[in-house]
């Protein structure tokens, strides 16, 4: 694609816009609507094949705890669990997985998950990450596509103060080239080009230095400009320079214009005589080039295949525990996807879709390998049974944010403070707020902020990567110290009013309270062996009965059964 | 030298069972030397196993700088050369305190590594290897040794030393595929970890019955539902009882006021002396972490201030460990991840270059007070005795007296501890 002529910014993006708009307008219309809801045909391509897998459904407790991990972070309460097993409607999973998605909380794990992407935890420099979060939780609740998503984050240069949050992935980069070109390609694109920064990729023949600087040129030419007048850095970008590179290997040197991985060149435009060559500035403000290579990015970034196919694997690996190509940010011939047509038809059909996130994540819901229980694996190695298509569903670790505010639920912090809440609103609405429905219409800011200062101290805990790096959560002996002699999680245990402890002093029956106790921290019922386990180490200590259900419930909240998402 | 006033014997109380058979649960005073005759206690430490003190200087030190000045020439940098208890060899003036220990030490000035990234590089230096394989890392240096030394002795056998806002380079790569066993406990700031005091209202009694009931909850559970991560979380629980148990290990306020006075006040002194207190407790390998190197910009200052705060430690530290006998059996390494450019950049920095470069070693099967390879005038290639990274760690194996073709296993896949290589038989005692 060469601009001939000069065309204004402005003028630019919105061309590549419409192409965009154009492009999935007409593949929608190329292929006659389906039909075929997508989890039936990934059903069809996993399960119906001739010697496949034949899958166990889960249990209805093990599901539900599954689905509102995935979807909203953190484990079902108590009553939910119970209401969801005395539920006997047909399509209750179904009716469950819309529930989740429409719920505050799916927006806000939403978010959680795309600032670990986009943001790797960075500190913040030059936007407060409030902002940021605030942002992607609006677009989550509104269900913004993912290619608008990423439009706004790849094309706004932060002057505009009402998108200047979506800056946050360059300005906290502080429009580093070598950080953006790595980042851009690993999470817009699912490869990660790191090592091809200084030659080609030696143990990656598809990850070429040319692909690593043909990104770098889009925003080579991108600087950090302190704006005074406006007192906040911004984006500016210079009107020219080239984007040369050496391999550090060969020595070979190469030179390139911006193009991501095969896609096409975008060449400068080449100028009329008396055109304007210097970008151009107002007194103060950060320069605008006669043509910007960077708003040449968002289009094709979205334009080529691979970013549809990056953010289908990723959002599998959200639900699946293992992405089809796997890891998520290495796709190259030589780590091939585990079923390269269930990847082809995940990549087409949310662009179909028209990248809508809520919709994709809701048909991977109700696939029967979604609802079905993870292959039992006494010996502990972790065999891909024969005959399956290399696909499974994953045992898989909660993440830190998941596994402290799970722990907020379980211990029944969330009851205490929403009763606390509740008891602070007037006295005429105190009545409403307390019927069962109403309960949700307490502001789930008010509860999170309540709540977040405990829940960042167990999360900083659990993250074992620097930040900048992909999101790892090794397992250490320091955490384990930190569950068995740190202040948090016998704090969150103590009883206070409305939390599990207190609900279950209260309880002489046993049998309820080995109920209340299992529903609630492990999201399951008990089996009768587990009441009797309850009931004899009770028996055991009749004297001191509160330390011996407070020590129960810590079992439970540090067991294998809890960490885990299965 | 022997001084025998270095000694406090109230401070150390010595049992012959701790010290051969690895550490009872609870129980009065940890392993060490007191009350012994140098000799007896060299003895009791040589039957005890080998162990390895790892000082890893993150970033990469400058050669120039250090191990290999080239003083009044090209690249050399405005330090002199300093002479050395070594005869006929001379170090950079920025080490003077190590130049007078130097004689323990043997140091090697023909390295060639290939490898001028920070991670990867770090992998090879630490791993023995020069990445992964399909499917997988390779275990490092100290998750290997603490698995073919380690058993019976003083848990944790693997410890890493290193500053709190240095995580990451605690964390790279470590126990692999041998499992959560052989993982490495890292404590920071030179304290012990955090939260190995249970809180007052659980007594002895209470917390053994909280494993109990944590136990069996998982008990059902794992015949469901096991896998490496399983494992390793609930070994987390086991590792951490073991450390409950080993928290004096590091007390450092256990050490003796003069001493903490040698060792100086600062962050890698203190590290320097945990290292030395651990080592003396027989735990099997020990990594140190000084930062960083990674000079890219006003190299000169920056190596004159973190060899400054290297220098006087080390030094103490290896008197030290001569002093107690533990030489004999405590293989001394001190490297980074490669070396720096001969060329000096327009920042005053120097860039990271493997293609000639320096460490010393020395100590448990090692031939003191040698210099073995040697560059050109100009510190810009290697014209004698080189030697690449596994080499290197065929030379680590047999000085402790381990066959470096020697398998580990990944499952039942056997892999070598480190790539083909020689090792330098010119050093090895």
Redesign the interface.
């Known amino acids: 694609m060469k601009l001939e002529h000069l065309v204004p910014l402005r003028v630019q993006i919105l061309f590549a816009l419409i192409i965009i708009v154009g492009l999935s307008f007409g593949s929608s219309q190329a292929n006659a609507d389906p039909g075929v809801a997508l989890h039936h045909e990934i059903d069809r391509l996993l399960v119906s094949v001739p010697g496949a897998l034949v899958l166990q459904p889960a249990d209805d407790s093990e599901f539900l705890r599954r689905v509102s991990l995935d979807l909203t972070g953190q484990i079902p309460s108590g009553a939910a669990v119970r209401e969801f097993l005395m539920d006997h409607a047909t399509d209750k999973r179904a009716v469950v997985i819309d529930r989740l998605l429409e719920s505050p909380a799916y927006s806000r794990q939403m978010q959680q998950v795309f600032d670990t992407w986009l943001m790797q935890r960075r500190p913040d420099r030059n936007v407060p990450n409030e902002q940021w979060t605030s942002y992607l939780r609006e677009a989550f609740s509104t269900n913004k596509p993912w290619d608008q998503l990423a439009i706004e984050v790849l094309g706004s240069d932060g002057t505009n103060p009402q998108t200047r949050a979506a800056a946050k992935f360059y300005l906290d980069r502080e429009c580093n080239t070598d950080d953006l070109a790595r980042d851009i390609s690993a999470v817009f694109l699912g490869r990660n080009h790191r090592c091809a920064q200084c030659h080609d990729h030696p143990i990656v023949p598809d990850y070429k230095q040319s692909d690593y600087f043909g990104i770098a040129a889009f925003v080579d030419r991108t600087f950090l400009f302190d704006d005074k007048v406006r007192k906040q850095k911004v984006m500016a970008e210079k009107a020219e320079g080239v984007t040369a590179f050496t391999s550090a290997l060969t020595q070979i040197r190469g030179v390139t214009p911006p193009r991501i991985l095969d896609g096409p060149e975008f060449c400068d435009p080449i100028l009329e005589k008396g055109d304007s060559t210097a970008a151009s500035s107002a007194e103060g403000a950060p320069p605008i080039p006669p043509f910007s290579r960077r708003a040449q990015l968002p289009a094709a970034v979205v334009l080529h295949p691979a970013f549809s196919r990056n953010m289908a694997n990723r959002l599998w690996a959200l639900m699946f525990g293992r992405g089809i190509v796997d890891p998520v940010d290495l796709d190259h011939a030589g780590n091939p996807p585990a079923h390269p047509v269930l990847l082809q038809l995940l990549s087409e059909r949310f662009v179909q879709m028209h990248y809508d996130i809520r919709a994709f994540l809701r048909e991977l819901a109700l696939t029967e390998l979604y609802g079905s229980a993870l292959p039992s694996s006494p010996t502990g190695s972790a065999q891909i049974p024969p005959g399956n298509s290399g696909v499974t569903l994953a045992l898989r670790k909660l993440t830190p944010e998941q596994l402290a505010w799970s722990w907020l639920r379980a211990t029944g912090q969330v009851d205490a403070e929403l009763q606390l809440l509740v008891s602070e609103l007037p006295s005429d609405d105190q009545k409403s707020a307390t019927s069962a429905g109403s309960l949700r219409s307490i502001n789930d800011s008010k509860l999170y902020e309540r709540l977040t200062v405990d829940a960042q101290k167990v999360i900083k805990v659990f993250v074992t990567s620097l930040p900048g790096e992909a999101s790892r959560s090794e397992t250490t002996a320091e955490q384990a110290l930190y569950l068995l002699n740190g202040p948090i999680l016998r704090k969150w245990i103590s009883p206070r009013p409305g939390n599990l402890l207190d609900r279950l002093m209260h309880e002489t029956s046993e049998i309820q309270l080995t109920e209340e106790l299992f529903l609630n921290v492990l999201s399951r019922p008990p089996v009768s062996q587990e009441t009797s386990w309850v009931q004899e180490t009770l028996a055991a200590s009749p004297a001191e009965r509160v330390t011996t259900i407070s020590d129960l419930i810590e079992a439970l909240l540090t067991s294998t059964e809890f960490r885990f998402n299965h | 030298m022997w001084k025998s006033s270095r000694y406090h014997a109230a401070e150390h109380q010595f049992s012959r069972r701790t010290f051969l058979g690895g550490l009872a649960a609870g129980g009065a005073g940890l392993g060490g030397l007191a009350g012994l005759s140098r000799r007896a206690a060299a003895e009791q430490i040589k039957s005890s196993g080998k162990r390895v003190l790892l000082l890893f200087q993150h970033g990469g030190l400058s050669q120039f700088e250090s191990w290999d000045p080239k003083p009044n020439t090209e690249f050399g940098g405005p330090f002199a050369a300093i002479p050395t208890s070594i005869p006929g060899v001379a170090v950079s003036e920025l080490l003077p305190y190590t130049a007078r220990q130097l004689h323990h030490l043997t140091i090697l000035r023909g390295l060639s590594t290939e490898d001028?990234?920070h991670d990867?590089a770090r992998v090879r230096m630490i791993t023995g290897r020069s990445?992964g394989f399909v499917g997988g890392q390779y275990p490092s240096f100290g998750a290997v040794c603490g698995k073919l030394l380690g058993a019976g002795r003083t848990q944790?056998a693997y410890v890493k030393l290193t500053g709190r806002d240095n995580?990451?380079l605690a964390?790279l790569v470590d126990a692999a595929f041998l499992g959560?066993e052989c993982?490495p406990?890292?404590a920071f700031d030179e304290s012990a970890?955090?939260?190995?005091?249970?809180?007052a209202e659980l007594d002895a009694a209470?917390l053994a019955?909280?494993d109990s009931?944590?136990n069996?909850?998982?008990a059902?559970?794992?015949?469901?539902?096991?896998?490496?991560?399983?494992?390793?979380?609930?070994s987390?629980?086991d590792?951490?009882r073991?450390?409950?148990r080993q928290k004096d290990l590091f007390n450092l306020s256990r050490e003796s006021a003069a001493d903490h006075a040698r060792y100086g006040s600062e962050p890698f002194g203190q590290r320097c002396l945990l290292a030395r207190r651990l080592l003396e407790h027989d735990c099997t390998f020990v990594k140190l972490n000084h930062l960083n190197y990674d000079a890219h910009f006003e190299n000169f200052d920056n190596h004159l201030r973190l060899l400054g705060e290297f220098d006087r430690p080390f030094a103490t530290l290896l008197e030290d460990l001569d002093h107690r006998g533990m030489l004999d059996t405590t293989l001394v390494i001190v490297m980074g991840e490669f070396g720096r450019t001969p060329k000096v950049n327009s920042s005053i920095g120097r860039d990271h270059w493997a293609k000639s470069w320096s460490m010393v070693l020395g100590g448990c099967g090692i031939k003191p007070g040698m210099v073995w390879g040697g560059t050109n005038a100009t510190g810009t290639e290697v014209v004698d005795g080189q030697v690449t990274a596994f080499d290197l760690f065929h030379t680590f194996y047999r000085a402790l007296g381990l066959d470096p073709n020697t398998h580990i296993y990944n499952?039942d896949q056997p892999l070598t501890l480190t790539e083909s290589g020689k090792p330098i038989t010119e050093i090895l005692a």
């Open positions: 001028t990234l990867s990445q944790p995580w990451h964390s959560p993982a406990v890292v970890p955090d939260h190995l005091v249970p809180p209470r019955r909280l009931l944590r069996q909850a998982n059902r559970f794992e015949r469901q539902r096991k896998s490496d991560e399983t494992a390793a979380y609930q987390s629980f590792k951490a073991q450390l409950m499952g």
